[in-house]
């Protein structure tokens, strides 16, 4: 099954670079994407999905495609065209340092270093923590956190790994363990965000962006917490993220509608005029799945019963959300959503979604874990 899906999806990557020439998809429109150019938080997963397509097919267009994104993230980089944000390691992870990992690239080495460098420009030293949007001492976004960020993390960890200077990974383990201390709630489920006082880094409270209510739990967001501390586990061995990872993940499993895939939020009402699916945190929460299974032993309690929730997941999107079969379609995986209170595609491709839906289908099949870390 997997090898089947693997295939078409390779086979859409290859159609869709002719389609969407030198511009990034983004979110659905019908059967087709939108596309953008290289100026979105979002442009890094189809960089990644190429290098996956090549690393899968071998297919020289892929891998010459791959190359092409790289080029425009140096670009973008050297023009600092949007990146004062947090989501560096999702553009620059999935791009230059994918190209480092599949080829040993050193002009790519370098760049994504530089990206580490422009995502250490988020931390407040004072206060501890990686602002997520806004400028320094922005009066709304100044003293924000999110739990996307901790898929972040792993740019800052390698970033240590590779130069030896420790204040890149002291400044990430911080950040997750304060997202973790403060984003995952007592019974496991996790706010969007979570503000401090900007000046003293006292906590204020949590709050959501995309989630229902500040109180409920937004799928997407509690995909990115299995996944995120399962990755500062591997980074760092504290064994604190590996159980706040496990704990959220049976969270995420045990509130999963009968087939497996995760609507927007876990608190819906049962008469919400807005019960879209989101595929794209399931997406996620398989890889994460993975990579928290790739920590544990066989034999350890809890063990059969992930690898139970992971094959569930990724056999519902394969028969049931993927395109597989359908040669006009541009996207892996439909009924994806992206803002849904905010009226932005909540019912679409998702180009996050089509990238850790083929990583998850990459890590069963090939035991290929992404570009979140070198492989030994």
């Known amino acids: 099954m997997w090898n089947k899906a693997i295939e078409d999806a390779v086979a859409k990557i290859q159609r869709n670079i002719g389609r969407f020439g030198d511009r990034y998809p983004h979110v659905g429109n019908g059967l087709k994407y939108s596309l953008i150019e290289n100026d979105d938080w979002t442009n890094g997963f189809w960089s990644g999905m190429l290098w996956l397509g090549y690393e899968y097919s071998g297919d020289g267009r892929l891998r010459d495609a791959a190359r092409r994104t790289v080029d425009s993230f140096r670009s973008r980089m050297g023009q600092g065209i949007v990146l004062d944000h947090h989501d560096i390691g999702f553009l620059y992870s999935l791009s230059s340092k994918a190209q480092w990992i599949v080829e040993g690239n050193t002009e790519a080495k370098e760049l994504t270093l530089l990206a580490a460098d422009r995502l250490m420009n988020r931390w407040r030293e004072h206060a501890a923590y990686f602002q997520a949007w806004g400028r320094e001492g922005d009066p709304v976004e100044g003293g924000r956190i999110i739990i996307d960020c901790l898929l972040n993390l792993p740019l800052l960890y390698w970033a240590s790994e590779k130069t030896g200077n420790p204040a890149y990974k002291a400044a990430a383990e911080i950040q ?21 006082n900007q000046e003293t880094g006292e906590p204020i409270g949590g709050a ?5 209510t500040n109180g409920s739990t937004w799928t997407r967001g509690q ?6 501390f399962a990755l500062s586990y591997r980074y760092t061995g504290d064994p604190l993220f590996l159980e706040t990872s496990k704990r959220m993940a049976r969270y995420f499993l045990e509130h999963l509608p009968e087939d497996g895939v995760a609507y927007w939020d876990f608190n819906l009402p049962q008469d919400a005029v807005n ?3 989101d595929s794209s945190a399931s997406a996620i929460a398989a890889a994460g799945l993975h990579e928290l299974l790739s920590h544990l032993d066989e034999a350890e309690p809890g063990y059969a019963y992930y690898r139970r929730g992971l094959i569930r997941s990724m056999q519902s999107l394969v028969r049931h959300y993927a395109t ?6 541009e996207g892996l995986l439909k009924h994806g959503s992206y803002h849904v209170r905010g009226s932005q595609a909540p019912d679409e ?14 890590r069963l099949e090939k035991g290929i874990g992404g570009y979140w870390y070198e492989r030994r």
């Open 176 to 196: 997750a363990n304060k997202s973790r201390r403060y984003l995952v709630r007592g019974d496991d489920s996790s706010y969007h965000t979570f503000f401090f």
């Open 208 to 212: 959501t962006h995309q989630g229902y």
């Open 223 to 228: 995909a990115w917490g299995i996944y995120g």
């Open 275 to 277: 019960p879209y699916r």
């Open 324 to 329: 597989i079969g359908d040669s006009q379609a």
């Open 349 to 362: 491709y998702m180009i996050w979604g089509d990238y850790f839906y083929l990583e998850a289908l990459m």
